[in-house]
């Protein structure tokens, strides 16, 4: 009897060929294992071309719910944007993936777990470090990092094994989507000078073709979730579903990227996000009402950690734990709603509220209701500006000629 392999299965030609390669080359059996996180695709049809094409199971998991929970509503609340612009959405479904196929490899009694990266990427670290936290037993094959072929003798495989190539082959663009926003790779995006094509944007309507009128849309947060579109409760996967559609018509979500891999290679990466823009985006302007200045500024630097350890496959650590326990920690107040307005590409936030909201009007305003004393301020400016005063009077100030 073969000794069994787990394959994450997306069902396009790597991963198809995989299979085959998988049985050539190592004499496994391959079960494969599709993770729907999002990915509107048709997962019975999928399914049934990793049996045609030799898999002994193909099983199906739907793992929106998980995903929203234990991946995307954390790093939600992270205010995680790695580089300062992309929500991570391929970075944060690795680990997940990792660990549905140890799961996988446990119940079916599988010795090892294989995957579709290259050894280029990202993709390939989240998912070996984290499956090698979870089951270092399991051992981890990527057949595209090792069989070392180009896409055409990729494709010419195929072809001398009788499996079906798709016709979206021809498209030049490598994609990974799912909730959090869909990654457009390679093609002419390669030329980091060349305008993104329209035709690589598929949740996002052209700016210039989006509706003359703007739309608003008021979300409503609890703890940091957000719970509510425009006061109707939704559960998290449809809440996201909802504003994917309502910001992609109005051409909200496009974020081109010269990114920093963890591998050491500068990448042009092009997202659509329309979802995780929008709620990234309303989450700190609540945040901007609910926390002090000095929880803002701790929390931005968490946030550039946070990202960067999603980003890097770090999820099952120690850091990770407890910079997520600070996260949730700090969204007690996070309760409220934010109203934006969408219009040709952007978002803008035009107003919140929230019952903990620390802003006070009586603070804040110049008309007649001020309780601010504003006869404190001397006393408060001449203690501050002590050392200010001293310095200047022992080192001097620099004149602006000196530069
Ligand atoms: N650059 C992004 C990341 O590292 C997206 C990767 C997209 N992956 C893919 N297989 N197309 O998370």
């Known amino acids: ?9 997306s069902g396009g030609l790597d991963t198809s060929v995989a299979i085959r390669w998988l049985k050539e080359n190592y004499n496994m059996d391959v079960v494969a294992v599709t993770v729907d996180v999002g990915n509107e695709r048709d997962f019975s049809s999928i399914r049934q071309k990793a049996l045609d094409v030799g898999a002994v199971k193909a099983l199906v998991v739907d793992a929106k719910e998980l995903f929203v929970k234990h991946f995307i509503l954390p790093a939600l609340k992270a205010d995680a944007l790695y580089e300062g612009q992309y929500p991570l959405a391929t970075a944060l479904s690795r680990p ?25 990427g990202n993709d390939q670290v989240r998912i070996d470090v984290s499956v090698n936290a979870l089951a270092p037993d399991l051992k981890i094959i990527a057949p595209a990092r090792e069989w070392g072929m180009t896409r055409e003798e990729t494709i ?7 499996i079906p190539v798709p ?81 992609g018509g109005h051409g909200v979500g496009r974020i081109d990227h010269l990114e920093n891999r963890l591998v050491g290679i500068k990448s042009r990466e092009v997202y659509e996000a329309p979802a995780a823009m929008v709620l990234l985006q309303a989450h700190q302007a609540l945040q901007g ?6 929880q803002l500024r701790f929390k931005q630097k968490v946030a550039v950690e946070y990202a960067d350890l999603v980003y890097n496959g770090l999820w099952f650590t120690s850091l990770h734990r407890d910079l997520a326990a600070y996260i949730q920690s700090s969204q007690r107040f996070v309760t409220g709603t934010v109203r934006l307005k969408l219009y040709k590409g952007s978002s803008s936030v ?5 019952p903990s909201s620390l802003y006070s009007y009586g603070l804040a305003t ?16 001449h203690i501050w500006g002590l050392p200010v005063r001293t310095q200047a009077q022992v080192q001097g100030t620099g004149s602006l000629e000196e530069g």
């Open 1 to 9: 009897m073969s000794d069994k392999v787990v394959l994450a299965y």
């Open 96 to 120: 997940l993936i990792a660990k549905l196929l140890v799961d996988a490899a446990r119940t079916e009694g599988a010795t090892a777990v294989a995957h579709g990266c290259t050894g280029k």
């Open 156 to 162: 010419s495989y195929a072809q001398g094994y009788g």
């Open 167 to 247: 016709v979206t082959v021809s498209s030049p663009f490598s994609i990974d989507e799912n909730l959090w926003g869909r990654s457009i790779e390679c093609g002419v995006l390669e030329d980091p000078w060349v305008e993104p094509p329209g035709e690589v944007f598929t949740w996002t309507k052209s700016p210039g073709e989006a509706p003359d009128s703007p739309s608003y849309v008021e979300i409503g947060f609890e703890q940091g979730t957000p719970v509510t579109i425009d006061g109707q409760k939704l559960d998290g996967v449809s809440l996201i579903q909802k504003l994917n559609e309502l910001a």
């Open 289 to 294: 009402m609910t926390l002090s200045k000095e």
């Open 350 to 354: 035009v107003g919140r509220k929230s």
């Open 366 to 381: 110049y008309d007649k209701g001020d309780v601010f004393d504003q006869s404190a301020s001397v006393g408060f400016i």
